[in-house]
């Protein structure tokens, strides 16, 4: 009974612990996502301006966690304006979910060198390897 | 029905349930668990939490967890279930055969399940600072979930195999020998409180005297009513309630015999 009670215990206070945590990164978001926004604008002026990229849409797959993973990337004004999922048939839903955001971080950072989503590294693999291979064919 | 039969009933029903969740949710454990990771990281980049299906999985398997012990580990995880498939052909061939294979000593037995909980730690400090992805490419789960999924592409993955191949070796010579002794899932079920309601119960003075049957059964080795921090490894498989020769083993409140 005594242990039962000390690990209730434990567990209330890693619950309240995430709790604090919570409220103080929900107020700090704010700032970051103005500030990742900055970043994201200044990359692609830059990108526009280095004119390494040539306008177009671009396929390309990789291996994902159940099977090929196929993406389209379009450019614009030499700088990369959208990712797309064309086809990710055999990915399980779930985690291809959270994959997805790779879509816009790509755009963000105007290049496929970005971190892996955690919890969805199979997915993330596959799309990062797509993107890669698209964005090889849109080089000058 | 006699007392033979009954056990009969008991291990086969098991087995049926662990065929069928092996087949509807064979990854359960892992999505589960990719809940802890996703959360270790968001912590380690200072970043929203959020519920995703992964965490709601999580909260359930806790849930349960409380309210009546490890069942999910006795009957519904499916990694769980290889351990024991495993375990019986090996255990099968063994008296076929006649020849025996070396146990694991008795007494290192509480020491070894304590590696679970380093296991956990290590990942989870690993994930705080943006190493899941390490993890991911070296865990044996992978391997299993790529199989369980149909994909044979397992060539960037050669340490994962090598761990997944070990500890099938290990599987082969003990009961449960990735459950108990490293699974950190388990290692975080067996750290949650738990009601009572399923938890086994010995009364130890109408023991046949010298006998220890249900210890030397029981997959994850508990001394029933003995050293209680211990008993957060019991995974409800019941098999104490059948294997007593004098019933002395009741499970719940309530002298549910069998
Ligand atoms: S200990 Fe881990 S692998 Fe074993 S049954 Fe429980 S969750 Fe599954
Ligand atoms: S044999 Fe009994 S004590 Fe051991 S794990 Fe199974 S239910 Fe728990
Ligand atoms: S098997 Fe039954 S009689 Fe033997 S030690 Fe366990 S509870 Fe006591």
Redesign the pocket.
């Known amino acids: 009974m005594k242990i039962f009670f000390l690990k209730l215990l434990n567990v209330v206070l890693i619950a309240a612990v995430l709790f604090i945590y919570q409220s103080y990164a929900l107020s700090r978001k704010e700032k970051v996502d103005a500030y990742e926004k900055k970043v994201s604008e200044y990359k692609r002026a830059k990108s526009a301006l280095e004119g390494t990229r040539a306008d177009g849409t671009y396929t390309g797959s990789g291996d994902g966690y159940g099977g090929r993973v196929t993406i389209q990337v379009t450019i614009e004004n030499h700088s990369i304006k959208e990712v797309k999922l064309l086809s990710a048939d055999k990915e399980t839903p779930e985690y291809l979910k959270k994959a997805k955001r790779l879509l816009q971080d790509i755009v963000n950072a105007q290049s496929a060198n970005v971190d892996v989503v955690s919890g969805a590294t199979l997915s993330s693999v596959g799309i990062l390897q797509a993107a890669r291979e698209a964005l090889k064919k849109s080089g000058l | 029905m006699d007392k033979k039969k009954k056990k009969k009933l008991f291990h086969w029903g098991r087995i049926l349930v662990q065929i069928v969740m092996f087949l509807s949710a064979p990854s359960l454990f892992a999505q589960a668990f990719a809940a802890v990771k996703e959360t270790a990281g968001t912590l380690g980049k200072g970043g929203v939490l959020t519920v995703s299906g992964f965490v709601i999985r999580l909260f359930i398997l806790c849930i349960i967890t409380f309210f009546f012990g490890r069942i999910f580990c006795g009957w519904l995880c499916a990694f769980g279930a290889v351990n024991d498939w495993i375990y019986q052909l090996s255990s099968f061939l063994q008296k076929k055969t006649g020849k025996k294979l070396p146990r694991i000593p008795e007494k290192w037995i509480p020491g070894l399940q304590k590696i679970k909980y380093f296991i956990l730690l290590f990942i989870l400090v690993c994930c705080f600072f943006d190493r899941s992805g390490w993890i991911t490419k070296n865990s044996p789960w992978t391997v299993f979930s790529l199989l369980t999924a149909r994909n044979l592409k397992l060539a960037e993955y050669m340490t994962a195999l090598l761990f997944c191949l070990l500890f099938v070796i290990g599987m082969i010579f003990h009961e449960r020998f990735f459950c108990q002794f490293f699974c950190p899932m388990g290692a975080i079920f067996s750290l949650l409180p738990e009601l009572p309601l399923t938890s086994l119960k010995?009364q130890e003075k109408d023991?046949?005297k010298g006998?220890?049957?249900?210890q030397k059964n029981c997959p994850v080795h508990i001394k029933l009513g003995g050293n209680n921090l211990q008993s957060g490894e019991c995974i409800r498989c019941g098999r104490c309630l059948t294997?007593?020769?004098?019933g002395?083993?009741s499970a719940g409140f309530h002298k549910s015999r069998l």
């Open positions: 010995r023991c046949i006998c220890s049957a249900c294997i007593c020769p004098k002395n083993i």
